[in-house]
Structures are given as structure tokens and as C-alpha cells.
């Protein structure tokens, strides 16, 4: 878990310092060019910040993923089905109702695309 709370880290910090170096080059003006009213940056920067921010998100993702799953498991719940694909997942929720009450409700409206806040057995 260390190890991928590190990669996360490090992400995150490759993500701040490719944008602070792009913006410096703005800056400094060595990939600016200038035509009249025009202003035209020559350096795009979106392909490796979109593969940097992926990874971020990825190594987040997997964090959350696995600290969720044993904070489930510490409280007796085995809740992997939500990573699964719909049909094994819906097989799953009737046993973690039996278990849990409405727990499940409330996290499949919010799977489903539910809001905070709203009752799930009502809406």
C-alpha cells in the first residue's frame, strides 16, 4: 500500500511540474508566437499531461479500491461484486441486503447515478 501511495504521489508531482514547466515556457515566451493580435502557443502540452493525470487517476483508483474493500471486510462486509461486471454484480446485492439493511440500496442508486441526498427507495 506504501509503494502505491508513493506512485500516486509522484504522479501528482509529475502532473504539477509538466504544467509549471509549460506554463514558465508561456511565460518566457519560447514557445509563444506572435502574429498581430494573435497569440499562438507552439507546445502542446495535453497528451502527456492526459497520460500523467491518468495515471494519477489510476493509482488512486486502485487505492481507494483496495482500502474500501478491507474497510468492508473489517466490518464483515464482502463488497469485490462492485468491481465486477452488472450480471455478477446484481446477484450479489439480495445477500448484502439480507446483511446490511439499506446499505445497498443507497449505493446502488448512487452506482446508478443518484445524488447525494435523495432517498432511494422514494425517487
Known sequence: MIITLMEIRDAAKDVAKAWKDHT????????????????RITENVDRQLGRLVGE????ATRSFKGRMQQTARMLGLEIGFLYQKQAA???????LRRRTGRLPIICAKLANGGQPGQ???RS
Open 56 to 59: 494519477f487517476l489510476s493509482g
Open 24 to 39: 514558465r515556457k508561456i511565460e518566457e515566451g519560447s514557445i509563444v508566437e506572435r502574429q498581430g493580435l494573435n497569440i
Open 89 to 95: 454484480s446484481s446477484e450479489a446485492w439480495p445477500t
Open 119 to 121: 432517498h432511494p427507495e
